[in-house]
Protein backbone atom coordinates (compact mmCIF):
# COMPACT_ATOMS: atom_id res chain seq x y z
CA UNK A 1 0.00 0.00 0.00
CA UNK A 2 1.35 3.58 -0.85
CA UNK A 3 1.09 5.81 1.81
CA UNK A 4 1.36 9.82 1.11
CA UNK A 5 1.77 12.33 3.79
CA UNK A 6 0.12 15.46 3.84
CA UNK A 7 -1.35 18.59 5.41
CA UNK A 8 -5.58 18.45 4.75
CA UNK A 9 -7.29 15.89 2.95
CA UNK A 10 -10.74 18.07 2.16
CA UNK A 11 -14.01 15.86 1.06
CA UNK A 12 -15.72 17.46 -1.65
CA UNK A 13 -15.24 19.01 -4.26
CA UNK A 14 -17.84 21.84 -4.70
CA UNK A 15 -17.01 25.41 -4.62
CA UNK A 16 -16.06 25.73 -0.88
CA UNK A 17 -13.78 22.42 -1.02
CA UNK A 18 -11.86 23.93 -4.28
CA UNK A 19 -11.58 27.42 -2.63
CA UNK A 20 -10.34 25.65 0.44
CA UNK A 21 -7.90 23.57 -1.11
CA UNK A 22 -6.64 27.03 -3.09
CA UNK A 23 -6.44 28.80 -0.36
CA UNK A 24 -4.37 26.00 1.65
CA UNK A 25 -1.98 25.38 -1.30
CA UNK A 26 -1.37 29.31 -1.38
CA UNK A 27 -0.21 29.00 2.51
CA UNK A 28 1.99 26.26 1.07
CA UNK A 29 0.30 23.63 3.06
CA UNK A 30 -0.13 19.99 0.69
CA UNK A 31 -3.84 18.90 0.05
CA UNK A 32 -5.40 16.19 -1.25
CA UNK A 33 -9.37 17.16 -2.66
CA UNK A 34 -11.36 13.80 -2.70
CA UNK A 35 -14.36 15.06 -5.20
CA UNK A 36 -16.83 13.39 -7.14
CA UNK A 37 -17.57 13.63 -11.03
CA UNK A 38 -19.55 16.15 -11.96
CA UNK A 39 -23.16 15.64 -13.06
CA UNK A 40 -24.22 17.07 -16.39
CA UNK A 41 -27.35 18.58 -14.27
CA UNK A 42 -26.64 20.57 -11.18
CA UNK A 43 -28.59 22.41 -9.16
CA UNK A 44 -27.67 26.01 -7.33
CA UNK A 45 -27.80 27.96 -10.14
CA UNK A 46 -27.76 31.61 -8.84
CA UNK A 47 -25.43 33.98 -7.66
CA UNK A 48 -26.41 36.79 -6.16
CA UNK A 49 -24.07 40.24 -7.06
CA UNK A 50 -22.26 39.75 -3.57
CA UNK A 51 -21.11 37.12 -4.99
CA UNK A 52 -18.38 38.99 -7.24
CA UNK A 53 -16.54 40.37 -4.02
CA UNK A 54 -15.64 36.79 -3.12
CA UNK A 55 -14.29 35.60 -6.40
CA UNK A 56 -12.80 39.08 -7.39
CA UNK A 57 -10.41 38.31 -3.97
CA UNK A 58 -9.77 34.88 -5.38
CA UNK A 59 -8.18 36.44 -8.42
CA UNK A 60 -11.08 34.27 -10.29
CA UNK A 61 -13.27 36.71 -11.82
CA UNK A 62 -12.10 35.85 -15.55
CA UNK A 63 -11.99 32.39 -15.36
CA UNK A 64 -15.99 33.26 -13.56
CA UNK A 65 -16.73 35.18 -16.98
CA UNK A 66 -15.28 32.04 -18.78
CA UNK A 67 -18.16 29.67 -17.80
CA UNK A 68 -20.80 32.26 -19.30
CA UNK A 69 -23.21 33.22 -16.68
CA UNK A 70 -26.12 34.88 -17.88
CA UNK A 71 -26.50 38.20 -16.03
CA UNK A 72 -29.84 38.16 -14.16
CA UNK A 73 -32.67 40.71 -14.80
CA UNK A 74 -33.88 40.65 -11.46
CA UNK A 75 -36.23 38.84 -9.31
CA UNK A 76 -39.82 38.61 -9.32
CA UNK A 77 -41.99 37.36 -6.14
CA UNK A 78 -45.75 36.88 -5.28
CA UNK A 79 -45.03 36.67 -1.42
CA UNK A 80 -47.55 37.69 0.89
CA UNK A 81 -49.64 39.31 -1.92
CA UNK A 82 -51.33 38.67 -5.11
CA UNK A 83 -49.46 41.83 -6.62
CA UNK A 84 -46.25 40.92 -7.95
CA UNK A 85 -43.21 42.21 -6.13
CA UNK A 86 -40.51 43.53 -8.54
CA UNK A 87 -36.49 44.17 -8.14
CA UNK A 88 -35.18 44.80 -11.35
CA UNK A 89 -31.25 44.46 -12.04
CA UNK A 90 -31.08 48.39 -13.11
CA UNK A 91 -32.60 49.05 -9.25
CA UNK A 92 -30.12 47.06 -6.84
CA UNK A 93 -26.63 48.11 -6.64
CA UNK A 94 -24.57 46.18 -9.42
CA UNK A 95 -27.11 44.39 -10.76
CA UNK A 96 -29.39 41.66 -10.07
CA UNK A 97 -26.32 38.80 -9.89
CA UNK A 98 -25.80 35.77 -12.51
CA UNK A 99 -27.92 32.96 -13.22
CA UNK A 100 -24.75 29.94 -14.09
CA UNK A 101 -24.18 27.18 -15.30
CA UNK A 102 -23.23 25.28 -12.51
CA UNK A 103 -21.48 22.08 -13.04
CA UNK A 104 -19.08 24.64 -15.08
CA UNK A 105 -18.88 27.03 -12.39
CA UNK A 106 -17.90 24.22 -9.80
CA UNK A 107 -15.61 22.73 -12.63
CA UNK A 108 -13.70 26.03 -12.69
CA UNK A 109 -12.80 26.42 -9.59
CA UNK A 110 -12.01 22.83 -8.96
CA UNK A 111 -9.38 23.56 -11.78
CA UNK A 112 -8.21 26.12 -10.08
CA UNK A 113 -7.32 24.11 -7.07
CA UNK A 114 -5.56 21.47 -8.83
CA UNK A 115 -3.92 24.25 -10.64
CA UNK A 116 -2.90 25.92 -7.35
CA UNK A 117 -0.90 22.07 -6.79
CA UNK A 118 -3.62 20.20 -4.86
CA UNK A 119 -3.96 16.26 -5.48
CA UNK A 120 -7.64 15.71 -6.77
CA UNK A 121 -9.10 12.45 -6.26
CA UNK A 122 -12.01 11.92 -8.52
CA UNK A 123 -15.06 9.46 -7.20
CA UNK A 124 -12.16 7.84 -4.75
CA UNK A 125 -14.32 5.79 -2.03
CA UNK A 126 -12.98 5.97 1.13
CA UNK A 127 -12.98 2.70 3.06
CA UNK A 128 -11.79 3.88 6.84
CA UNK A 129 -10.95 6.85 8.50
CA UNK A 130 -8.49 6.45 11.91
CA UNK A 131 -7.29 8.85 14.50
CA UNK A 132 -7.36 11.64 16.03
CA UNK A 133 -6.45 15.55 15.51
CA UNK A 134 -2.77 16.26 13.80
CA UNK A 135 -2.98 12.06 13.15
CA UNK A 136 -5.59 11.04 10.65
CA UNK A 137 -5.36 8.05 8.36
CA UNK A 138 -7.86 7.66 5.29
CA UNK A 139 -7.64 4.71 3.54
CA UNK A 140 -8.81 4.52 -0.47
CA UNK A 141 -10.14 1.60 -1.79
CA UNK A 142 -9.07 0.01 -5.34
CA UNK A 143 -5.74 2.52 -5.50
CA UNK A 144 -4.60 0.90 -2.33
CA UNK A 145 -3.91 4.17 -1.22
CA UNK A 146 -3.04 5.40 2.29
CA UNK A 147 -3.15 9.54 3.17
CA UNK A 148 -2.33 10.53 6.69
CA UNK A 149 -3.05 13.74 7.57
CA UNK A 150 -3.04 16.38 10.03
CA UNK A 151 -6.30 18.09 9.48
CA UNK A 152 -9.47 16.56 7.32
CA UNK A 153 -12.05 19.54 6.13
CA UNK A 154 -16.01 18.39 5.40
CA UNK A 155 -16.95 20.15 2.63
CA UNK A 156 -19.54 17.85 1.42
CA UNK A 157 -22.65 19.79 1.52
CA UNK A 158 -25.93 19.26 3.28
CA UNK A 159 -25.10 15.63 3.13
CA UNK A 160 -21.90 16.39 5.92
CA UNK A 161 -20.86 12.60 5.17
CA UNK A 162 -17.14 13.61 7.55
CA UNK A 163 -19.28 14.71 10.49
CA UNK A 164 -21.70 11.85 10.30
CA UNK A 165 -18.71 9.31 9.51
CA UNK A 166 -17.23 11.22 12.45
CA UNK A 167 -20.45 10.42 14.55
CA UNK A 168 -21.37 14.41 14.52
CA UNK A 169 -24.95 14.89 13.41
CA UNK A 170 -25.49 18.18 12.09
CA UNK A 171 -28.58 20.49 13.90
CA UNK A 172 -31.42 20.59 11.70
CA UNK A 173 -33.35 23.79 11.64
CA UNK A 174 -36.36 22.91 9.13
CA UNK A 175 -36.54 20.22 6.35
CA UNK A 176 -37.45 20.85 2.50
CA UNK A 177 -37.57 19.24 -0.54
CA UNK A 178 -37.22 20.81 -3.75
CA UNK A 179 -38.21 18.81 -6.64
CA UNK A 180 -36.63 20.20 -10.04
CA UNK A 181 -37.21 20.30 -13.62
CA UNK A 182 -34.74 21.34 -16.17
CA UNK A 183 -36.29 22.88 -19.44
CA UNK A 184 -34.82 23.15 -22.89
CA UNK A 185 -35.82 26.12 -25.49
CA UNK A 186 -37.04 28.31 -22.67
CA UNK A 187 -37.36 31.01 -24.40
CA UNK A 188 -38.00 33.19 -21.30
CA UNK A 189 -36.47 36.37 -20.06
CA UNK A 190 -33.59 36.07 -17.88
CA UNK A 191 -35.27 36.78 -14.07
CA UNK A 192 -36.04 34.54 -11.38
CA UNK A 193 -39.44 33.88 -10.35
CA UNK A 194 -40.46 33.39 -6.95
CA UNK A 195 -44.30 31.95 -6.26
CA UNK A 196 -45.91 30.85 -3.20
CA UNK A 197 -48.69 28.59 -3.04
CA UNK A 198 -50.38 26.53 -0.46
CA UNK A 199 -47.96 23.26 -0.18
CA UNK A 200 -44.66 25.39 -0.86
CA UNK A 201 -43.34 27.78 -3.12
CA UNK A 202 -42.10 27.62 -7.01
CA UNK A 203 -38.95 28.57 -8.09
CA UNK A 204 -38.06 29.46 -11.99
CA UNK A 205 -35.16 30.87 -13.56
CA UNK A 206 -33.46 30.87 -17.12
CA UNK A 207 -29.80 29.55 -17.52
CA UNK A 208 -27.24 29.49 -19.67
CA UNK A 209 -27.47 27.90 -23.13
CA UNK A 210 -31.20 28.23 -23.72
CA UNK A 211 -31.86 26.08 -20.89
CA UNK A 212 -34.30 27.08 -17.35
CA UNK A 213 -34.92 25.23 -14.41
CA UNK A 214 -37.83 24.64 -12.20
CA UNK A 215 -38.06 23.71 -8.53
CA UNK A 216 -41.19 23.27 -6.29
CA UNK A 217 -40.10 23.62 -2.66
CA UNK A 218 -42.11 21.83 -0.25
CA UNK A 219 -42.08 19.01 2.79
CA UNK A 220 -41.49 15.77 1.10
CA UNK A 221 -45.25 14.68 2.09
CA UNK A 222 -46.30 17.02 -0.02
CA UNK A 223 -43.70 16.51 -2.65
CA UNK A 224 -44.77 12.93 -2.77
CA UNK A 225 -46.55 11.34 -6.28
CA UNK A 226 -45.79 14.05 -9.22
CA UNK A 227 -45.75 17.39 -7.54
CA UNK A 228 -45.69 19.26 -10.69
CA UNK A 229 -49.37 18.20 -11.96
CA UNK A 230 -50.72 18.64 -8.50
CA UNK A 231 -49.67 21.83 -7.74
CA UNK A 232 -48.12 22.87 -11.26
CA UNK A 233 -51.47 23.98 -12.89
CA UNK A 234 -52.78 27.63 -13.08
CA UNK A 235 -49.41 29.10 -11.66
CA UNK A 236 -47.91 31.90 -13.24
CA UNK A 237 -44.73 29.29 -13.25
CA UNK A 238 -46.71 27.04 -15.84
CA UNK A 239 -47.51 30.24 -17.39
CA UNK A 240 -44.14 31.06 -17.55
CA UNK A 241 -42.87 27.51 -19.44
CA UNK A 242 -45.78 26.63 -21.75
CA UNK A 243 -43.82 27.13 -25.02
CA UNK A 244 -40.74 24.72 -23.47
CA UNK A 245 -39.71 21.24 -23.28
CA UNK A 246 -38.75 19.27 -20.42
CA UNK A 247 -35.91 17.70 -19.69
CA UNK A 248 -37.44 14.26 -18.05
CA UNK A 249 -36.94 12.62 -15.41
CA UNK A 250 -37.60 15.20 -12.35
CA UNK A 251 -35.36 14.22 -9.83
CA UNK A 252 -35.92 15.74 -6.17
CA UNK A 253 -33.21 17.67 -3.19
CA UNK A 254 -32.74 17.61 0.45
CA UNK A 255 -32.98 21.36 1.09
CA UNK A 256 -32.24 21.12 5.05
CA UNK A 257 -31.74 23.87 7.01
CA UNK A 258 -28.76 22.83 9.46
CA UNK A 259 -25.88 23.39 10.85
CA UNK A 260 -22.71 21.93 12.21
CA UNK A 261 -20.95 23.57 15.30
CA UNK A 262 -17.36 23.56 14.28
CA UNK A 263 -14.80 22.19 17.29
CA UNK A 264 -11.36 23.89 17.02
CA UNK A 265 -10.04 20.59 19.12
CA UNK A 266 -11.77 17.74 16.92
CA UNK A 267 -9.17 17.73 14.56
CA UNK A 268 -11.46 18.45 11.19
CA UNK A 269 -13.92 21.67 9.94
CA UNK A 270 -17.26 21.99 8.22
CA UNK A 271 -17.36 24.43 5.23
CA UNK A 272 -19.73 25.74 3.32
CA UNK A 273 -23.38 23.75 3.14
CA UNK A 274 -21.44 21.22 5.68
CA UNK A 275 -21.11 24.04 7.99
CA UNK A 276 -24.56 25.87 7.27
CA UNK A 277 -26.89 25.35 5.23
CA UNK A 278 -29.48 28.27 4.26
CA UNK A 279 -33.24 27.71 2.85
CA UNK A 280 -32.70 28.24 -1.19
CA UNK A 281 -35.02 31.13 -0.80
CA UNK A 282 -32.39 33.30 0.66
CA UNK A 283 -30.05 32.72 -2.33
CA UNK A 284 -26.75 32.77 -0.05
CA UNK A 285 -25.24 29.50 -0.17
CA UNK A 286 -23.18 29.92 -2.58
CA UNK A 287 -22.02 33.42 -1.88
CA UNK A 288 -21.41 32.20 1.79
CA UNK A 289 -19.40 29.31 0.46
CA UNK A 290 -16.96 31.47 -1.66
CA UNK A 291 -16.57 33.96 1.47
CA UNK A 292 -16.05 31.63 4.41
CA UNK A 293 -13.77 28.89 2.39
CA UNK A 294 -10.69 31.36 2.62
CA UNK A 295 -11.35 32.16 5.98
CA UNK A 296 -11.33 28.49 6.90
CA UNK A 297 -8.52 28.01 5.16
CA UNK A 298 -6.52 30.76 6.97
CA UNK A 299 -7.77 29.17 10.68
CA UNK A 300 -6.69 25.48 9.98
CA UNK A 301 -3.18 26.97 8.63
CA UNK A 302 -3.13 28.70 11.62
CA UNK A 303 -4.32 25.58 13.82
CA UNK A 304 -1.40 23.90 12.19
CA UNK A 305 1.42 26.43 13.31
CA UNK A 306 0.22 26.24 16.70
CA UNK A 307 -2.22 29.08 16.93
CA UNK A 308 -5.84 28.09 17.53
CA UNK A 309 -7.33 31.38 17.91
CA UNK A 310 -8.16 31.98 14.15
CA UNK A 311 -10.57 29.14 14.09
CA UNK A 312 -12.12 29.69 17.16
CA UNK A 313 -13.16 33.11 15.60
CA UNK A 314 -14.04 30.67 12.29
CA UNK A 315 -16.28 28.99 14.51
CA UNK A 316 -17.95 31.49 16.83
CA UNK A 317 -18.46 33.35 13.20
CA UNK A 318 -20.52 30.40 12.05
CA UNK A 319 -22.85 30.41 15.13
CA UNK A 320 -23.09 34.02 14.80
CA UNK A 321 -24.64 33.39 11.05
CA UNK A 322 -26.82 30.29 11.86
CA UNK A 323 -28.34 32.65 14.55
CA UNK A 324 -28.91 35.73 12.38
CA UNK A 325 -29.97 33.37 9.31
CA UNK A 326 -32.98 31.94 11.36
CA UNK A 327 -34.36 34.94 12.72
CA UNK A 328 -34.51 36.20 9.16
CA UNK A 329 -35.90 33.39 7.62
CA UNK A 330 -38.60 33.60 10.28
CA UNK A 331 -39.41 36.60 9.49
CA UNK A 332 -39.45 36.46 5.51
CA UNK A 333 -41.84 32.84 6.00
CA UNK A 334 -44.20 34.73 8.58
CA UNK A 335 -44.71 37.52 5.60
CA UNK A 336 -46.39 34.76 3.53
CA UNK A 337 -49.91 34.78 5.04
CA UNK A 338 -52.25 33.81 2.74
CA UNK A 339 -52.02 30.08 3.11
CA UNK A 340 -51.21 30.06 7.09
CA UNK A 341 -53.92 27.33 7.23
CA UNK A 342 -52.32 25.23 5.10
CA UNK A 343 -49.91 22.22 6.87
CA UNK A 344 -46.47 23.61 4.81
CA UNK A 345 -46.75 27.02 6.37
CA UNK A 346 -47.85 25.84 9.68
CA UNK A 347 -44.87 24.02 9.94
CA UNK A 348 -42.54 26.95 8.87
CA UNK A 349 -43.69 29.21 12.00
CA UNK A 350 -41.91 26.69 14.32
CA UNK A 351 -38.29 26.42 14.20
CA UNK A 352 -35.53 25.06 15.62
CA UNK A 353 -32.76 26.37 16.42
Known sequence: MRVVDVDVVVFGGGPAGSVVAEQLRARGRRVVLLGREATRLSVGDHLPFEGAAPLARLGAWSDFL??????????????????????????????????????????????????????????????????????????????????????????????????????????????LYGFVRFWNDAEIRPYALIEACPDGWWYSAALPHGRAVTIFMSDVQQGRGRPWQRDWQGTRTARRFRAARPIVPDFSRRATSQWVHPHPDAGWTPVGDAALARDPLSSAGLTASLASAPACAAAIDGVLTGCDRVLRQYAATILWHQREYVATRTRVYAAEGRFSDTPFWRRRRTLHA
Open 66 to 175: GTSPLRSAGICSYWGDDAASEKPGLLQPGGAGWHLDRPAFDAMLLRRAATAGAEILIDARVTSIDGDPFDWTIDIAASELRLRAAWLVDATGRACWLARRLGTEPRVIDE
